[in-house]
């Protein structure tokens, strides 16, 4: 699944265990997801959104960098008895979400700890509140993260989910938070080859999580020569040599306002190309209804530019045209 439905299969899944809590119903009952995908896919930032949009608190617990005496309650002799003092970040009241990153790097220590607070929602005497969710995520083995294999018993109590890069759903995503437009073209137009290309040894290579980044990056007061230089090394030398290319096409682009101004005049005299259909970027800005029917009714490249075209408006009043025009004509991939 992508991303999009991993977050409505998270909502589903907190809105349920929810349901089973108001039901009176055993924590034995909760369903626990494990995330399992890629690094930089946005598995973390998923989760805490739907915390989010819940109203919840999220509280983060990475196992791989907690001792097991530190995870399960330092202990402390009271009274002649041992007892173990409760974890700071074991949540009291309220709700929310628990998350459990990066599970499968723990030591098998850690993991039978989280065996029991997955199962039973708790450390030794120690109760998670029956209003807080459990939710765990993680890499593959395959992902030489430092992962290691789960005990069985661990693997039999989660409900396990496989989430996979979508090029279209992070520029959905990118788009609503103001991303670079020309990043947000580019992995749409090269979404097969870039926009998510793991590597266990290269220090950089393409992600969602390495595009988002990239937008600080262009943000840099560098010269051009070095602002490549340091988006390759976010995003991998090869992304980043086949992202200036796209740029160095898309600058060499008609001005849109031209073909907005005159439709007949303002566009190039060739058939559609694809640098063209894809660096309709240019188009975001400007998508009233008005200007797409001109712009696009008469120009070669109106095929494309209804594939690059994201609507995205300055103008609140322009972005309801935007939609419109493209349930009207924008049928073509996206």
Known sequence: MNIPEFATVLTAVMRHNMRLHDEGASIKDYLVPMAWGDPGLGKSDIAEAVADDLGWRMVYADLATRDPADLGGM???????????????????????????????AGLANLNIAATLIREHRIGEHRLP???????????????????????????????????????A???????????????AYNRYRAQEFHHKFSATDNAYPTARSWTASHQVLRLDLPEVLKRECTGGMV?????????????????????????ADPDR?????????????????????ACKLCCDRA???????????????CRCNRAQSRPHGHHWVSELGRGPW
Request: aromatic residues 6%.
């Open 236 to 260: 991998g030398p090869g992304a980043g040599a086949d992202f200036t290319g796209f740029c160095e096409i898309y600058a060499s682009l008609p001005d849109v306002n031209a073909i907005i």
């Open 266 to 286: 303002g566009h190039p005299d060739r058939p559609d190309d694809e640098p063209c259909a894809d660096g309709c970027a240019r188009l975001q800005r400007h």
């Open 75 to 105: 202990p402390w002799v009271t009274e002649g008895r041992t007892v173990r003092c409760r974890p700071d970040w074991l949540p009291t009241e309220g709700r929310g979400v628990l998350f459990l990153d990066e599970l499968p790097q």
């Open 130 to 168: 029956p209003t807080w969710m459990v939710v765990c995520a993680g890499n593959h083995q395959h992902n030489r993260a430092g992962t290691t294999t789960m005990p069985s018993h661990v693997r039999n109590r989660l409900l396990h989910l496989d989430i996979n890069a979508d090029a279209n």
């Open 170 to 184: 992070w520029a959905k995503w990118a788009s609503a938070r103001g991303i670079n437009p020309m990043l947000i």
């Open 296 to 310: 696009v009714s008469r120009s070669p490249a109106g095929a494309g530019i209804r594939r690059g075209l994201h």
